[in-house]
T-cell receptor, first 110, second 114 residues
Framework: AQSVTQLGSHVSVSEGALVLLRCNYSSSVPPYLFWYVQYPNQGLQLLLKYTSAATLVKGINGFEAEFKKSETSFHLTKPSAHMSDAAEYFCALAGTALIFGKGTTLSVSS | KAGVTQTPRYLIKTRGQQVTLSCSPISGHRSVSWYQQTPGQGLQFLFEYFSETQRNKGNFPGRFSGRQFSNSRSEMNVSTLELGDSALYLC?????????????FGSGTRLTVV
């Protein structure tokens, strides 16, 4: 069965620090993977996607993610956090529908 | 281009009532999916419509239903509302529903059942 696991329901960083949000997946077929961000009382906004092209994927707002098949991971990173990055982040796997992880809330302190 | 439009944004209903939510996808998108988001269960797939046909369905009771019109607009209906139906309902559209382009989400309808 396909599944997505996000490690850490809450991550706190200081402004300017590295952001690392972890995502592991389980899939019997080559996966399509996505990261979405959700701000309070908003829908989901696509940050980036992996579709079996380059393993290092660059997205919006300075985020990027690396697909590692051997580790079944698709971790999201950003070199320098900004206050505006505070939000909830979801990793998702495309199956017959999107399968979401439980989400990670990112807090950024000044 | 216009994004995915969900109406209404907020809704308060009484237990036992029914409710209809609307979603207008991006022009040209033929797939519309619905998701329920709650603090306890996270994001859960309700169903997907493609060219007016329900193509996939999640694990929700029959009280949850939907339909899609010829212009790809979709509605979902929840009958006999329960307190546990309080959630953010999100609609997502894509060209085919199975492509790698991803899905574009609306801002959601916040349903509160009292």
């Amino acid at each position: 069965a396909q599944s997505v696991t996000q490690l850490g329901s809450h991550v706190s960083v200081s402004e300017g620090a590295l952001v690392l949000l972890r995502c592991n997946y389980s899939s019997s077929v080559p996966p399509y993977l996505f990261w979405y961000v959700q701000y309070p009382n908003q829908g989901l906004q696509l940050l980036l996607k992996y579709t079996s092209a380059a393993t290092l994927v660059k997205g919006i707002n300075g985020f990027e993610a690396e697909f590692k098949k051997s580790e079944t991971s698709f971790h999201l990173t950003k070199p320098s956090a900004h206050m505006s990055d505070a939000a909830e982040y979801f990793c998702a796997l495309a199956g017959t529908a999107l399968i979401f992880g439980k989400g990670t809330t990112l807090s950024v302190s000044s | 281009k216009a994004g995915v439009t969900q109406t209404p944004r907020y809704l308060i209903k009484t237990r036992g009532q029914q409710v209809t939510l609307s979603c207008s996808p991006i022009s040209g998108h033929r797939s519309v999916s619905w998701y329920q988001q709650t603090p306890g269960q996270g994001l859960q797939f309700l169903f997907e419509y493609f060219s007016e046909t329900q193509r996939n369905k999640g694990n929700f009771p029959g009280r949850f239903s939907g339909r899609q019109f010829s212009n790809s607009r979709s509605e979902m209906n929840v009958s006999t509302l329960e307190l546990g139906d309080s959630a953010l309902y999100l609609c997502a559209s894509s060209f085919t529903g199975t492509d790698a382009a991803g899905y574009t989400f609306g801002s959601g309808t916040r349903l509160t059942v009292v």
